[in-house]
């Protein structure tokens, strides 16, 4: 579990580079309903992200979603590393390898919980902690039945209601940020970018 984690720390960035800063007043905490209705009123989105690994460094990029069960990272030069989920399974392509993506069940990584079909975060012992900060709204949420596969606390501005970060907390309890520019939800976004078969016959050797 930790492995799989530790792979998905190569979707990261601090809440400060998303330009969340204090705004004037205070800002009400978002309900758990009306943060289950958002995600679940778009099927696709696409946007800008940008990362800090686990050892400090840099990567930006562009995110696609398609739920349920699928998305993709593609990462800015000199990087051009991709993580695909699709089919299930969560594939991790990475220019330096030479043995093709490594790949793991989806249904095992904490984004399981925001590609499902019908996201509901007030199924008992999904959601941990649930808080404002005067700004924004956290929830962190896990898998009820495998806390051990990670959590990810998803942070949310208002008005209107949107997804700005989340923050993906391994095993061992090291954390890793994804800080998302403007989502364009509802977007067309074709099947074929989550077809991880597809990628890797693309994938140069």
């Given at each position: ?204 050797e």
């Amino acid at each position: 579990m930790s492995k799989i984690t530790r792979r998905l720390l190569f979707l990261a960035v601090p809440l400060i580079m998303a330009g969340l800063t204090a705004a004037p007043g205070h800002a009400r905490q978002i309900s758990l309903n009306e943060i289950s209705g958002y995600l679940n009123s778009f099927d696709t989105a696409e946007g800008e992200f940008t990362q800090i690994n686990a050892d400090g460094t840099i990567s930006t990029g562009r995110i696609y979603i398609r739920r349920p069960g699928r998305i993709r990272f593609e990462y800015d030069p000199p990087e051009e590393a991709m993580v695909i989920a699709g089919g299930g399974q969560l594939a991790v392509f990475d220019p330096r390898s030479n043995t093709g993506p490594d790949r793991y069940p989806l249904r095992e990584t904490p984004l399981k919980i925001i590609l499902q079909d019908d996201i509901d975060l007030a199924r008992t012992n999904m959601v941990t902690a649930h808080t404002s900060d005067g700004n924004t709204t956290s929830v962190t949420a896990q898998d009820p039945e495998n806390p051990d596969y990670g959590s990810i606390q998803l942070v949310f501005t208002d008005d209107p209601v949107q997804l700005r970060q989340w923050v993906i907390t391994d095993d061992t309890g090291r954390q890793t940020t994804v800080v998302l520019g403007d989502l364009v939800t509802g977007a067309q976004v074709p099947n074929i970018l989550f077809n991880i078969q597809a990628e890797m016959r693309a994938w140069p050797e």
